[in-house]
């Protein structure tokens, strides 16, 4: 009888930390989408979101790194559907919060930084599937996004290559 209530107590613990765990990661302000992987398309590709987050794209990723100016919408997101994260910014953001972006992705071999003409937010981080809009480069929440997605369970081809493939706008 002791021993199926300490089982119990156990199971209870375990739950309860479970709970508090997915409550802990959850980042306020992501968005969620529902894009499959590997539909490749060389033709020009119309995408719902700006920046993109999936959907078709070319049969030739982007590397990953940082990048001074914008990159091809289609290839970068064939390197999210490979597990990278794609951090975006206005042309005209500040050097300082540029900066802050090319610290941030320092020493991330998944991640690929460029400006976005047009972009309405000052900073768009984007994993296949997940987004998220901010307003300054110092947000916490772009360094919590990047931990989570970055070969993130949500992309369909995690753990393919983030080099090998283009490297010129």
């Known amino acids: 009888m002791r021993t199926a209530a300490v089982i119990g107590g156990l199971l209870a613990v375990v739950?309860?930390?479970?709970?508090?765990?997915?409550?802990?990661?959850?980042?306020?302000?992501?968005?969620?989408?529902?894009?499959?992987?590997?539909?490749?398309?060389?033709?020009?590709?119309?995408?719902?979101?700006?920046?993109?987050?999936?959907?078709?794209?070319?049969?030739?990723?982007?590397?990953?790194?940082?990048?001074?100016d914008p990159i091809q919408d289609a290839m970068a997101v064939h390197s999210l559907e490979?597990?990278?994260?794609?951090?975006?910014?206005?042309?005209?953001?500040?050097?300082?919060?540029?900066?802050?972006?090319?610290?941030?992705?320092?020493?991330?071999?998944?991640?690929?930084?460029s400006p976005y003409?047009?972009?309405?937010?000052?900073?768009?981080?984007?994993?296949?599937?997940?987004q998220l809009r901010v307003t300054d480069a110092s947000d916490p929440r772009l360094g919590k996004f990047l931990a989570k997605f970055e070969q993130g369970t949500q992309a369909p081809e995690r753990g393919a290559p983030c080099s090998g493939g283009a490297s010129g706008a």
């Open 15 to 68: 739950a309860g930390g479970a709970v508090a765990w997915t409550a802990a990661t959850r980042i306020e302000g992501v968005q969620t989408y529902r894009y499959v992987g590997s539909i490749h398309d060389t033709g020009a590709v119309t995408y719902a979101e700006t920046p993109p987050v999936g959907g078709p794209h070319h049969p030739t990723w982007f590397n990953c790194g940082v990048y001074p």
């Open 82 to 113: 490979h597990g990278a994260v794609w951090i975006t910014y206005r042309p005209a953001l500040p050097a300082a919060q540029r900066r802050a972006l090319e610290h941030l992705v320092d020493g991330h071999t998944y991640t690929l930084l």
């Open 117 to 130: 003409p047009g972009l309405k937010d000052a900073v768009v981080i984007s994993g296949w599937n997940r």
